[in-house]
């Protein structure tokens, strides 16, 4: 590779931009753990609900009177 014809401020735009690439990456992996935290919590209260929903008895029997 030939470098000879980077000048300074090539290099230092392309050292922003490796930066910023760098901090973008660390955003998207943050943000993605905080969608599988939340994904695995709702996935915790769905089988509680069904945990929940096994008593048969539960709510098969309905009084009203008007």
């Known amino acids: 590779m030939d470098i000879t ?6 290099i230092t735009t392309l050292a922003m931009g ?3 690439m760098d901090t973008l990456s660390k955003v998207n ?3 993605l753990s905080m ?3 939340t ?3 709702q996935g ?5 609900m069904m945990e929940l929903s096994v008593n048969p008895s ?3 029997n309905f009084d009203m009177s008007v």
Do not use: F, M, P, W
Request: hydrophobic share 40%; aromatic share 0%; charged share 25%.
């Open 58 to 60: 539960v709510g098969s």
């Open 39 to 41: 994904a695995s919590a």
């Open 5 to 10: 014809g980077l000048s300074v401020d090539s």
């Open 18 to 20: 490796i930066r910023q």
């Open 44 to 48: 915790d209260e769905l089988v509680k």
């Open 35 to 37: 969608s599988l935290d």
């Open 29 to 31: 992996t943050g943000l």
